[in-house]
């Protein structure tokens, strides 16, 4: 490896580091309330390497507790991956001049905490070094966020097995939600998306294998766009 | 849902996860994403949040049941003043989870 890169690669899994103090907890929620939930170990740790988005994994994770079905826990779970395109849009400039093979391990690692720690090191620092090595600082920062995600799971997974139902660790995973939404909330749009959809879930809970879900969370996308438009307009 | 399906479902949103991942940097690289889409992204996570945590909360079995003398509605609505105040998620769990345990104790 040339130096350069190994020092770029480094400088990526340093600077990743601290974010791993959320995403850890993050991972050993999600392999306890995964065997809470009637998920098969090996199923749970192979979904932490095939799917690789924490959010996700536990609305599977979630949805299949509630007895929810194949279609509507897949399209919940993928609508709420969606915004990977933002990132994907803001990283492309910046990788476009590698092979495919490079680009494709890129993408795979583009998480929440692996696109906010590299797409800060691509706009604070120009490219110096000729060869461009920063692909390499990224790679640091999503391998790094990578390997602590499948520990954490396998320690979640470990421990899971030990905790006593009575614990009722697997609402956890509500109560993450609960965490997650507030701080979405600081924008009105925003308010009135989450109060539609919470609301149409509620009226929609009868409709089977949790379809009502999404329907309640395209509402409430349409709610948010509506109110964003109208504040737009009187603005 | 029997195993078979679970390993469908993980195959299915990890290839979808993929092509998001994917798309502007592999498939589309050189086009930009639309506005609209742009706009919709920002509504995605509130939206599912609030259905997801109305659904854990007051579904049970196909049923709205909003029961409120059992320990985890309160224990839910103490984790979201803490959040609000603290915009940390760690604490708001260790609260909530610490409140349910309180009011099991009590109730």
Partial sequence: ?235 | MNTLAMVALVFVVGAVTFFYRYAMIGLFAGNRLPGWLQVLCKYIAPASFAALTASALFIDGGAVSIALDTPRPWAALVAAGVAWRSGNVLATIATGMATLYALKLIL
């Fill in chain 1, 1 to 235: 490896m040339h130096r350069a890169a190994s020092r770029e690669f480094i400088a990526g899994c340093r600077d990743e580091a601290p974010l791993l103090l959320g995403a850890i907890p993050f991972g050993m929620l999600y392999g306890i309330s995964s065997l809470a939930a009637g998920v098969p170990a090996w199923l749970a740790q192979l979904a932490s390497a095939v799917v690789f988005a924490g959010a996700a994994q536990l609305v599977i994770v979630q949805m299949l507790a509630a007895g929810a079905g194949l279609m509507p826990t897949a399209l919940t779970s993928g609508l709420l991956n969606v915004r990977h395109l933002l990132y994907s849009a803001s990283m492309a400039g910046y990788l476009a001049h590698l092979p495919r093979r490079w680009r494709m391990v890129l993408a795979y690692l583009l998480t929440d905490e692996a696109y906010a720690v590299a797409v800060l090191h691509y706009q604070a620092r120009e490219a110096s070094a000729d060869p461009d090595m920063r692909h390499w600082y990224f790679l640091g920062a999503g391998f790094t966020l990578w390997f602590a995600w499948q520990l954490s799971t396998a320690f979640g997974l470990v421990f899971g097995a030990a905790i006593p139902p009575e614990w009722e660790l697997e609402f956890a995973v509500p109560l993450t939600f609960i965490a997650l939404l507030t701080l979405l909330l600081r924008e009105r749009a925003g308010q009135a998306a989450a109060m539609v959809a919470g609301a149409a879930a509620l009226l929609l809970a009868a409709l089977p294998f949790k379809l009502g879900l999404v329907i309640a969370i395209i509402t409430g996308l349409a709610a948010g766009v509506w109110t964003a438009r109208r504040l737009e307009r009187v603005a």
